[in-house]
């Protein structure tokens, strides 16, 4: 018999999507791998039991978990998942660990060797792994749905016989992966689109999708990206000058999408209620940032909020869960490229190499103890720790749907869009 790996129906905050897809199962089947689907774990994702009967998975129940060598699941396990993994085994999931240190503790104390996806380094063979941009990208699509959907009127110009309909106006603050997804797919509904970010790298990428950029271009702007491609925090004195210059401009705005997040911090607050109120009756407002506190001045984490001026704001939690059947997919596909770096081919054996870079950066808890820089300090009395530079999300995601990315040490890569959070 081979190793087991099994793929649990998750089960905290409704979350519908996945960690599997029958082309992974088949995937995985391939790499010698016995493979268990919990019952019913694919319903939310439109991915029937049969399917993954068909790729060669075998359809279980949850304490088949205690059986596994690999555990592969979108949220982190909850402590009655704990009790049922075998010590040892590994975790492979979003962790999102910023903030939940006792949670942290659980997975050490469980004795799992867990991973947390979202530490993944941006470099050129783990772009296929990076589920924060996954996510991130049908995060900034599914904003532009939401607010579309509560914008009463239509979004791009229409000239008819009977009178010409003008183009809805969008304004996306924060270019990451959600961001410029969001940028693309407003413009492809006919909207007339501004994009703002404090990083200058994005300034090419807004006005090649059709986009106006909008940014105070000062020396702190020149200098405000990481080395992952990150944005940095700001100073005040630059967040005052970029919200003079867009507060008017989102006075004039029909739907306003925010996606800014900043490492292990409550996000950025770019949008104040003197300039919600200021606002036209029927405007939107879709923040990405809402499970961290939120971009918008009165957003509410799961609920669309009407304000006194008749302006909305969105908050809907777990972007991409919204678009589950296409989030999932890219998920799982993220998370089978992971696993393959980890197999001998020539024995189809999973053991994990501490020595490669893609465990180092992503390896959170090992041997009962918590092993990632970040939070083995936190674990002793020393001092506050303080996040990587790089980074979300869930999800997915800018962006803001998803959590904090550890940034690489490696040359590299055709760079991708960053976030200003880590991934709306």
Same mark, same amino acid.
């Given at each position: 018999?081979?190793?087991?790996?099994?793929?649990?129906?998750?089960?905290?905050?409704?979350?519908?999507?996945?960690?599997?897809?029958?082309?992974?199962?088949?995937?995985?089947?391939?790499?010698?791998?016995?493979?268990?689907?919990?019952?019913?774990?694919?319903?939310?994702?439109?991915?029937?039991?049969?399917?993954?009967?068909?790729?060669?998975?075998?359809?279980?129940?949850?304490?088949?978990?205690?059986?596994?060598?690999?555990?592969?699941?979108?949220?982190?396990?909850?402590?009655?998942?704990?009790?049922?993994?075998?010590?040892?085994?590994?975790?492979?999931?979003?962790?999102?660990?910023?903030?939940?240190?006792?949670?942290?503790?659980?997975?050490?104390?469980?004795?799992?060797?867990?991973?947390?996806?979202?530490?993944?380094?941006?470099?050129?063979?783990?772009?296929?792994?990076?589920?924060?941009?996954?996510?991130?990208?049908? =995060?900034?699509?599914?904003? %532009? +749905?939401?607010? *579309?959907?509560?914008?009463? !009127?239509?979004? $791009?110009?229409?000239?008819? #016989? /009977?009178?010409?309909?003008?183009?809805?106006?969008?304004?996306?603050?924060?270019?990451?992966?959600?961001?410029?997804?969001?940028?693309?797919?407003?413009?492809?509904?006919?909207?007339?689109?501004?994009?703002?970010?404090?990083?200058?790298?994005?300034?090419?990428?807004?006005?090649?999708?059709?986009?106006?950029?909008?940014?105070?271009?000062?020396?702190?702007?020149?200098?405000?990206?990481?080395?992952?491609?990150?944005?940095?925090?700001?100073?005040?004195?630059?967040?005052?000058?970029?919200?003079?210059?867009?507060?008017?401009?989102? =006075?004039?705005?029909?739907? %306003? +999408?925010?996606? *800014?997040?900043?490492?292990? !911090?409550?996000? $950025?607050?770019?949008?104040? #209620? /003197?300039?919600?109120?200021?606002?036209?009756?029927?405007?939107?407002?879709?923040?990405?940032?809402?499970?961290?506190?939120?971009?918008?001045?009165?957003?509410?984490?799961?609920?669309?909020?009407?304000?006194?001026?008749?302006?909305?704001?969105?908050?809907?939690?777990?972007?991409?869960?919204?678009?589950?059947?296409?989030?999932?997919?890219?998920?799982?596909?993220?998370?089978?490229?992971?696993?393959?770096?980890?197999?001998?081919?020539?024995?189809?054996?999973?053991?994990?190499?501490?020595?490669?870079?893609?465990?180092?950066?992503?390896?959170?808890?090992?041997?009962?103890?918590?092993?990632?820089?970040?939070?083995?300090?936190?674990?002793?009395?020393?001092?506050?720790?303080?996040?990587?530079?790089?980074?979300?999300?869930?999800?997915?995601?800018?962006?803001?749907?998803?959590?904090?990315?550890?940034?690489?040490?490696?040359?590299?890569?055709?760079?991708?869009?960053?976030?200003?959070?880590?991934?709306?």
């Amino acid at each position: 018999m081979g190793q087991i790996a099994f793929i649990p129906k998750e089960t905290e905050g409704g979350e519908p999507r996945v960690a599997a897809s029958p082309d992974t199962v088949k995937r995985l089947v391939g790499l010698g791998f016995e493979v268990i689907v919990e019952a019913g774990a694919g319903l939310g994702s439109r991915i029937v039991d049969e399917e993954f009967v068909k790729a060669g998975g075998l359809i279980g129940k949850a304490s088949d978990a205690s059986r596994a060598d690999l555990v592969l699941k979108v949220r982190r396990p909850t402590a009655s998942d704990l009790k049922v993994y075998k010590k040892g085994s590994a975790v492979i999931a979003t962790m999102d660990p910023y903030g939940n240190e006792a949670a942290v503790a659980a997975l050490a104390a469980a004795g799992v060797t867990a991973f947390a996806m979202e530490f993944m380094p941006r470099i050129s063979r783990a772009q296929v792994m990076d589920v924060l941009s996954s996510q991130a990208n049908l =995060a900034g699509y599914q904003a %532009v +749905i939401d607010g *579309a959907a509560e914008y009463d !009127r239509a979004l $791009p110009m229409m000239m008819t #016989a /009977a009178g010409t309909v003008p183009a809805a106006k969008v304004f996306i603050m924060g270019v990451g992966v959600a961001g410029l997804q969001a940028i693309a797919t407003a413009r492809r509904l006919g909207a007339v689109v501004t994009a703002t970010d404090v990083r200058p790298a994005v300034k090419e990428q807004v006005q090649s999708l059709g986009a106006k950029f909008l940014a105070v271009e000062d020396d702190e702007f020149k200098a405000a990206e990481t080395a992952g491609g990150y944005a940095k925090e700001m100073s005040k004195e630059y967040q005052a000058k970029q919200a003079a210059l867009v507060a008017d401009h989102i =006075a004039k705005q029909d739907i %306003v +999408i925010t996606t *800014a997040l900043i490492p292990g !911090r409550p996000a $950025p607050k770019l949008v104040s #209620a /003197a300039m919600v109120a200021a606002m036209k009756p029927g405007s939107v407002l879709v923040d990405l940032a809402v499970e961290r506190g939120g971009n918008v001045e009165g957003s509410e984490a799961g609920k669309v909020v009407t304000t006194a001026n008749g302006a909305k704001i969105v908050g809907h939690l777990n972007m991409p869960g919204r678009v589950a059947a296409s989030a999932s997919l890219l998920y799982a596909k993220n998370l089978y490229a992971f696993v393959e770096t980890m197999v001998d081919k020539a024995t189809k054996t999973f053991a994990v190499n501490r020595e490669d870079e893609l465990v180092k950066a992503t390896m959170l808890t090992d041997g009962g103890k918590i092993v990632h820089q970040a939070f083995a300090k936190a674990a002793s009395p020393a001092e506050p720790v303080v996040e990587p530079a790089a980074i979300p999300a869930t999800t997915l995601v800018a962006d803001a749907a998803t959590a904090p990315k550890k940034a690489a040490k490696k040359p590299a890569a055709p760079k991708k869009p960053g976030t200003a959070k880590g991934e709306a």
